[in-house]
């Protein structure tokens, strides 16, 4: 038996990423919307209640709307939008983070696929709040790059524009310092306040770099780097798509310099621990249209349906 999948909103960058890894396979069935009927309800409706798999690729207040059109009770729902990350009713699809969590996944029918910013913070924070490492009150701050594929259609049509663009630098922006990922940053860590977080956005495509510093004398057991590192990769040892790189491995890059683009069209993340003896720098480094959405999309898919995780990744 084929599972069959839909994917409302298969026309939005993430949507079109999935449909992409899905075509690959001969697994599943992929339920086809007219594109004339993409935006009728009740066509909607039709195919959200035919499917056993559901990626909703949606802004939020369309994600919400799409719950409301399930009248099948064994209709699973992936949602890639912002809209219910947060929400405990809801299983958070980063299986990485521990067992529990993936058993959630294994066994709910509404996952929320984690934002890509927020997939690089929370795989460093995550782990290193829940052992105490770092105090659920830490001060955090977290700065990141990210190619413009991540501010979706509208951001890539200005970037790709045949007249060209303005953009003369890499331009940071959330200037208010308040973006949509911070509360999944925030919940999901287990934080009591919400980091400083300054994201910029760069002329190339995509991949994403996202980075959190520490300062030594401000941690319990003021641990050092090696200690951090060697914590951390024993965290993520067993785990396919999380990888914890070599102590100085950046030095063997050329001029030292660590690139957002290292893992794209993969479904991997790189943890990279630096710095020196009394400020610790930590790094993940990812796909945005991959284990940043996309990918991670068909991982959790896969662990709902009980395939192989690493399947078509």
């Not at 195919?47 to 802004?59: K, S």
């Amino acid at each position: 038996m084929k599972y069959k999948i839909y994917v409302d909103g298969s026309e939005g960058t993430t949507g079109l990423k999935i449909n992409e890894r899905l075509e690959k396979r001969n697994d599943i069935e992929i339920l086809k919307i007219n594109p004339e009927k993409r935006k009728d309800i009740n066509e909607r409706k039709k195919y959200i209640n035919e499917a056993d798999i559901v990626f909703l690729c949606l802004p939020d207040a369309a994600a919400k709307e799409a719950i409301t059109l399930v009248e099948n009770s064994s209709t699973k729902i992936i949602d890639a939008s912002t809209a219910h990350r947060i929400n405990p009713d809801w299983a958070y699809g980063l299986p990485e983070l521990g067992i529990e969590l993936r058993k959630k996944i294994q066994s709910s029918k509404r996952v929320a696929v984690p934002g890509c910013y927020a997939t690089g913070f929370i795989s460093i924070v995550y782990p290193i709040v829940a052992a105490n490492i770092i105090p659920k009150d830490y001060p955090l701050t977290c700065h990141a790059l990210s190619g413009y594929s991540g501010g979706g259609k509208k951001l890539i049509s200005q970037y790709e524009s045949p007249q060209g663009h303005n953009f003369e630098s890499p331009q940071l922006y959330a200037l208010g310092l308040s973006h949509k990922h911070i509360p999944e940053m925030t919940v999901i860590s287990g934080l009591e306040f919400p980091p400083i977080f300054s994201p910029i956005v760069c002329s190339y495509f995509k991949g994403m770099s996202v980075c959190v510093p520490l300062h030594r004398r401000l941690l319990p057991d003021n641990l050092s780097m090696e200690k951090i590192h060697e914590f951390i990769s024993d965290y993520y040892s067993n785990e396919e798509f999380i990888k914890v790189m070599p102590l100085g491995m950046e030095k063997e890059f050329p001029n030292s310099f660590l690139g957002a683009t290292r893992v794209n069209d993969t479904n991997y993340l790189e943890i990279f621990v630096t710095g020196n003896e009394e400020q610790i720098m930590l790094v993940s480094v990812l796909d945005n249209l991959g284990k940043g959405s996309s990918g991670a999309a068909i991982q959790n898919m896969n662990i709902m349906l009980g395939f192989d995780e690493n399947t078509g990744l």
